[in-house]
């Protein structure tokens, strides 16, 4: 038996609804125990060797029989938990599932919390804490990218990056405490020199890892792109065109969208939230005023905005004016906008004028599209993901994103550490502070994989996760 837990903990695993099986996960020192309280099989689950699938009749204590079930029994440490457990599969349905997670209970069990399970796993040493995470980042993974970088996490990529990091401050470290040591004989054992470079290379490997999160936050998260722009343009058209799906409505009446729109798509494995807005403009109609307000707060919380105009005629100034002002406070929130020229269907536009109003409304990128005929949306969908993503690359087995907040921060905390580093070093100030600085980088480095961890950063972690995992 392996594990650091006193009781055994018990959820539903799998969806709460109705399928053709629901498991039920029993984890702790008496799973076995407990499990075959209830029951009746051909063999005693308490001697029954591990990763072996055992058939019978699940009773409550009062010995109604329950249902027919498989206990699949896991002897610690060789579990998902590291711990004793069973996993109880019966047939799914909510009510009988949940009559057999009553029974456990009352055969000694308690509920499991969120997360609990990987919780286990991550005290017992099963995976270190930036899988933990990854567990659930695969879990609620909604498109191929995020699967990716959810799986490369469970692989244990960062960690392994972070544990290279990490040895080799620790090395740095005891070399400069080691001199503290012999301080008074005048030794002087770290060289600095070797110092510094280990320090600068610790901080450019640092920043490869920070770098990539922009992208890594794109394939956790998703994208998301608001369709801005002036009444009747072709907005929800356009929605509708990149859902393939009549999604919203389309009339030739000005300010026909009140409300916003948000829908998912999926283009190049990367997820995109598209949010439909009512046109900007001014308006006297209470309900109209109320979709341009939200439509406001909607560009501002873009991640990329597209901005579109009627391209079969020429934006009067008022239009002008108003594309300026967007491009301008996007800007500010360095958040891309993409100028889209749609209903070329209507009218030959020709290249220089697309520069020219590219110029004029000083965006950087104009794409002309037809909403109608879906002429230049393959174009379109390039743009968006170059600006959400950057120019698509190859991942190499090498490469490793960082997807998480929480390990962004971290790895930012150890930088500024070490940029301390070198300042002390700069000021040719004594190997102490050196010293405290590298140990300060070194805990922020050890809180990525739970080397260094408090209990509110653990809760924080896991009270995200479902019950049953
Ligand atoms: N010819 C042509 N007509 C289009 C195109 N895109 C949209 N339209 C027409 O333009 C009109 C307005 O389209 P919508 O998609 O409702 O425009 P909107 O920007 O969502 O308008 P509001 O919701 O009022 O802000 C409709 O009559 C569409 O059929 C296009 O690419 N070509
Ligand atoms: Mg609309």
Known sequence: MAGHSSDTITAIATPIGEGGISVIRVSGPEAHAIVAKGFVGNVDLTKAESQTAHFGRFVSPDSTHLDDVVALVYQGPNSYTGENTVEVSCHGGLYVTRRIVDALIEYGCRHAEPGEFTKRAFLNGKMDLSQAEAVADLIHAKSERSRQASLQLLGGSLSARIGELRDGLIQTIS????????????????????????????????????????????????????????????????????????????????????????????????????????????????????????????VMSGDVVLLVLDGSRDPGGEELDLARRLVRDLKRESAPTILVLNKIDLVQVQNGRLKTLGTMLDAPEVVKVSALTGEGLDSLRKSLVNAAVGPMVEQTESSVTVTSARHFDSLRRARGRLALTIETLNANQSSEFLAVDLRGALESLGEITGVVTTDDILNEIFSKFCIGK
């Open 175 to 298: 070399m400069l405490e080691l001199e503290l040591d012999f301080a008074e004989d005048g030794y002087e054992l770290a060289d600095k020199k070797s110092v510094r470079d280990k320090v600068e290379r610790a901080i450019s490997q640092i920043d490869t890892l920070l770098g990539s999160y922009q992208k890594g936050r794109v394939y956790r998260d998703g994208v998301k792109i608001v369709l801005a722009g002036m009444p009747n343009v072709g907005k929800s058209s356009l929605l509708n065109a990149l859902l393939m799906q009549d999604r919203a409505i389309v009339t030739e009446v000005a300010g026909t969208t009140r409300d916003t729109i948000e829908e998912n798509i999926i283009i190049d494995g990367v997820l995109f939230r598209v949010v439909d807005t009512a046109g900007l403009r001014e308006t006297i109609d209470k309900v109209e005023a109320e979709g341009v307000r939200r439509s406001k707060d909607q």
